[in-house]
């Protein structure tokens, strides 16, 4: 069964850190390319970051820009969202998917919120 899913959210306070897992069960996530998407109360779900399949390049919203990094454990079939100098704009649920422009596989979500 083919299955994405996200852990690692939580309440952080703004100027924190958070590190995002995408693990990928019933096949190699190596083979794909895998976008990081949030979705805040009341708004529409935006792409933040992606990694391609091919040569791992690497794409971010100008929102999170310098602050988020993807990455990818071949290892242990996961890709990473690191999230560092949160603020409370970046409060959403974050959902992982292969295929950045057409995204699939959708995984649960996993709550993301920056409050003092």
């Known amino acids: 069964q083919v299955q994405l899913v996200e852990s690692g959210g939580g309440l952080v306070q703004p100027g924190g850190s958070l590190r995002l897992s995408c693990a990928a069960s019933g096949f190699t996530l190596d083979y794909y390319a895998v976008g990081w998407f949030r979705q805040a109360p009341g708004k529409e779900r935006e792409g933040v970051s992606c990694?391609?399949?091919?040569?791992?390049?690497?794409y971010y919203a100008d929102s999170v820009k310098g602050r988020f990094t993807i990455s990818r454990d071949s290892a242990k079939n996961t890709v990473y969202l690191q999230m560092n100098s949160l603020k409370p704009e970046d409060t959403a649920v974050y959902y992982c998917?292969?295929?950045?422009?057409?995204?699939?596989?959708w995984g649960q979500g996993t709550q993301v919120t920056v409050s003092s």
């Open positions: 998917a292969t295929d950045c422009n057409f995204p699939r596989n």
């Open positions: 990694i391609t399949s091919s040569d791992g390049s690497t």
